[in-house]
């Protein structure tokens, strides 16, 4: 027998001893173990005995599967999810079980960006002397890139700048400007200016009988006004 207690009780004389055929490497059983009396040695002035085994279940032990957390883009496919399992007793490892979880989410290409929980259930996996706890994941969808891009303009020297304009890339899921949510536009800091014409110089005024170029010094000056 293994597992052998003695019970002792003070108001009786003698003891019992128990025991079971149960190891710590006793599997699974829904029978159960006998729990037997190896001695029964009570005694009591008024009082006779009977003894009854018991029985010992042994239930399962309980792994914990966890969905692994995961991360992908906007507009990207998920990835493959993967788990790990720990909780295993009397060093045993994943040879003990058949099968694997089927692990899911809500997300698909186009769900916008944020966390989503990767659920694990029980999908064909299993084990002859473990039951499972299962726990959830996060899948973190990014935002995508979009590339903003100015495009090439070109004016003559001297003229005003054109109307400069933008243009963007990378969207996906059928995603464009006008239904992808942008908002707002890019400033223009620093934009070219067409040089200001010279101011053409003022006349200057010639002293009475002063002679400029092609009137005689004789000739009267009108001033301009």
Do not use: H
């Not at 029985?55 to 790990?84: C, E, H, M, Q």
């Not at 891009?149 to 001297?158: E, F, I, L, P, V």
């Not at 899921?173 to 110089?201: E, F, L, M, Y």
């Amino acid at each position: 027998m293994t597992g052998v207690q003695t019970c002792a009780l003070p108001i009786l004389t003698g003891t019992a001893t128990l025991a079971t055929t149960a190891t710590a490497n006793s599997v699974v059983s829904v029978n159960g173990y006998p729990i037997t009396f190896a001695t029964q040695n009570y005694a009591s002035a008024n009082y006779s005995f009977t003894y009854s085994a018991g029985t010992l279940i042994v239930d399962k032990a309980v792994l914990n599967v966890t969905a692994n957390n995961a991360n992908r883009a906007y507009g990207s496919a998920n990835p493959a999810f993967t788990y790990a399992i720990t909780g295993y007793v009397l060093n045993e490892t994943s040879s003990v079980l058949t099968g694997a979880p089927l692990l899911t989410t809500d997300a698909v290409v186009t769900s916008p960006s944020g966390n989503y929980d990767i659920v694990p259930s029980n999908g064909n996996l299993a084990a002859a002397n473990y039951s499972f706890n299962f726990v959830k994941g996060i899948l973190t969808v990014g935002k995508g890139n979009l590339i903003v891009t100015a495009d090439n303009k070109s004016r003559a020297y001297g003229a005003a700048d054109p109307v400069f304009a933008i243009k963007f890339s990378g969207f996906v899921s059928g995603d464009s400007v006008q239904n992808s949510g942008i908002t707002g536009a890019p400033a223009r800091p620093g934009c070219a200016r067409a040089p200001a014409s010279a101011p053409a110089p003022a006349p200057r005024r010639r002293a009475r009988g002063q002679r400029g170029p092609g009137i005689a010094r004789s000739a009267r000056w009108t001033p301009t006004t």
